[in-house]
């Protein structure tokens, strides 16, 4: 075989390749429009999607321990410690204080539904 012969077309390889390009293309695009809605249709950049999801998934845990009987954890979401029980006067903002301004009595009452809005980027 010298450098002039060219082997045979396959037109039968050449087609599994563009299919197989295709359907890697379509696989793409599907994982990044799922990562999309799984981070909550952020209107940002796709690398700050992860911080929209992990920041509503804190406020999340937040809203739904704010209350009588799951302040506790709402206020280890508020302070970033899980362990706050064992050190409690290390943080200037008490628990009791927590409570009464996040009780259901409190002026910020009715927190039923909320929705975490994303700031524009920093210029």
Not at 15 to 20: A, D, K
Not at 66 to 73: D, N, P, V, Y
Not at 95 to 106: L, N
Request: glycine share 6%; proline share 6%.
């Amino acid at each position: 075989m010298t450098l002039l012969d060219a082997p045979a077309y396959d037109e039968a390889r050449e087609h599994r390749r563009v299919v197989m390009l295709y359907c890697a293309a379509v696989l793409l695009l599907v994982l990044f429009v799922g990562w999309w809605l799984a981070a909550g249709r952020p209107v940002d950049w796709p690398w700050h999607w992860n911080n929209h999801l992990r920041g509503r998934m804190t406020v999340n845990a937040f809203f739904k321990g704010s209350g009588k009987e799951r302040s506790a954890a709402a206020y280890g979401v508020w302070v970033h410690d899980k362990n706050w029980q064992k050190h409690p006067d290390k943080y200037f903002y008490t628990f009791d204080r927590f409570e009464k301004d996040w009780s259901p009595d409190s002026r910020i009452t009715n927190m039923a539904r909320f929705t975490v809005i994303g700031l524009p980027p920093r210029a």
